[in-house]
């Protein structure tokens, strides 16, 4: 949540309904230890088969990461352009849509700064879409420097054919003694591997809760599925369920809108992008509003870390896309 714009209240039976479906399994589920695994990606749950293609979940992860990691380092742009589609459609207001246009937009970042570099701190792949939180910096071992950058990338047979981006310039100050990069939470024995029905429980849970607190603004159900040690990453808030209670009011008020428009589950992470707007403004216009995307670590059901980006929609683009669109079709020429 960004805490610096107001954002609320989207109705949705739906959401009542997955609540309803989070609070039986909440209760029915057992804790998933280490010792669990994933068997050929696939398994069952409350009555419904979940089934992620893992093989090229990851081989779209090192993809991106080798894109990412070449990106700034000086490496030839045509042979970068073998990364994205011809007709990549493009939701970076900034940039028109198309291979030439974004690897000039790589050029132009390269010039304007030399000795910036760009790093991966999180990256999550699910589906066609892989999603990565990176710091761009000329100071990278200041965590509390640089942009803090959300890019979201569809692939098909291995190229970009669609991007989204949300990025916010990160604060020098902090009120809770992380950056909005890094891990702060530990787990109290090694990791577990969660099979795939918990990972799409935990894409129900984290929408369902971002829809009915920020959206239908029902906040007694921040001491039902957040951690009282709750991690916090947005600058602007302690750390802790309380913290964010106290500010809840100033985050989510009344007249405001919050709309999901993806999500994102990947191991014990979820990434929720939403389009929010303040009281008193025209809540249909698509150029209009906050973009912020918040991340959240997961544990046996309890919303346990945060992070954010976040900024405002651009009110004009030149690719002529609106910022949360999904348009790619299946189209890919090369």
Known sequence: MKLTFKNLKHKSLMSLLIMSFISAASMSLPSISHA?????????????????????????????TLMTNN???????????????RKLIQHDATIADGREAMLNSIYVMRQVQPAQAINIKHI???GDLVFVQSQLSATPDNLLSGINRYDIYRLDHGVVVEH?????????RTANGNSVFNDAYQYPLPKPALPSYRIELNRLLVRGLSDEVFGQRNF???????????????PGVANGRAALAAVIEYIAPVGGAYKIKQVIADDDKVLVCAQTYDPGTNQNDEFGGYAVCDMYRVANLELVEHWDSYQAVAPTSVNGHTMFSSLYRGHVED
């Open 164 to 172: 989204w981006l949300v990025k916010n310039k990160v604060s020098s």
């Open 124 to 126: 999550l792949a699910d």
């Open 36 to 64: 669990d695994d994933d068997k050929q990606a696939s398994a069952k749950g409350m009555g419904h088969e979940y089934a992620r293609n893992t093989a090229l979940e990851n081989s779209n992860k090192r993809i991106i």
């Open 220 to 234: 007694d159900l921040l001491n039902r599925f957040w951690a009282t040690a709750y991690a916090q990453h947005n």
């Open 71 to 85: 990106m700034l380092n000086g490496s030839d742009l045509n042979q970068l352009g073998r990364f994205f589609a």
